[in-house]
């Protein structure tokens, strides 16, 4: 199937069985390895609530969630990008968090956002994505928990934008020109 988000064109990519079934694999394994750890789910809005709040319905352990925008602006003074995690409510001091992103590209933001928990004194971090390019992730940074890969196609649904739209999407289309 084909749709219009905004100007563009989108084709049918992952339908939500792919999508549901790969949020489970991921959820079966942070269960595997989290369960213990009363950990913080951290989504990194606005891409990851639609998957953000599949992921936690399907994890019986005791956890909180939370949300953050990461804002980034010039600084006022000559030192460059500002980046700052806005919204977070609670101390993260000694804590396991997990990063829940919608989408993984160049590894840029998952960088600024790692960097900016190390500083609030996290004591573990892993990060979980619904989706990876990996063809264009250049980081070093593991990404420990990946529902899927796909090809360095802008993609949108699920909670992924185009300019703000198609985030109502229930599955995700792919850029169709
Ligand atoms: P990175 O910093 O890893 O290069 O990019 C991450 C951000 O770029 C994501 O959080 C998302 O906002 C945006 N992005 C990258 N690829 C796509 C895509 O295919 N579709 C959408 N909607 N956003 C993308
Ligand atoms: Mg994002």
């Known amino acids: 199937m084909r749709q219009k988000v905004k100007d563009r064109y989108f084709k049918s990519y992952l339908s939500s069985k792919e999508i549901d079934d790969a949020?489970?694999?991921?959820?079966?394994?942070?269960?595997?390895?989290?369960?213990?750890?009363n950990p913080i789910f951290l989504g990194i809005l606005n891409g990851s609530f639609v998957f953000a709040s599949d992921l936690i319905r399907k994890l019986d352990f005791p956890m909180h969630i939370s949300f953050v925008k990461v804002a980034s602006y010039?600084?006022?003074?000559?030192?460059?990008?500002?980046?700052?995690?806005?919204g977070l409510n609670e101390s993260l001091i000694g804590e396991t968090v997990v990063i829940v992103e919608d989408i993984v590209d160049s590894g840029n933001t998952i960088e600024k956002i790692v960097k900016?928990?190390?500083d609030h004194g996290?004591?573990?971090i892993k990060i979980a994505t619904l989706l990876l390019k990996p063809n264009a992730y250049k980081k070093d940074i593991k990404i420990d928990y990946v529902a899927l890969e796909i090809p360095?196609?802008?993609?949108?649904g699920y909670g992924l934008d185009y300019d703000g739209w198609g985030r109502n999407i229930p599955s995700i289309y792919k850029i169709d020109d």
């Open 23 to 37: 949020v489970s694999a991921v959820a079966k394994r942070i269960t595997a390895d989290l369960k213990d750890e």
């Open 74 to 86: 010039i600084g006022t003074r000559s030192t460059g990008g500002v980046t700052e995690l806005i």
């Open 116 to 118: 900016l928990l190390k």
């Open 122 to 124: 996290v004591k573990k």
């Open 152 to 156: 360095d196609d802008f993609v949108v």
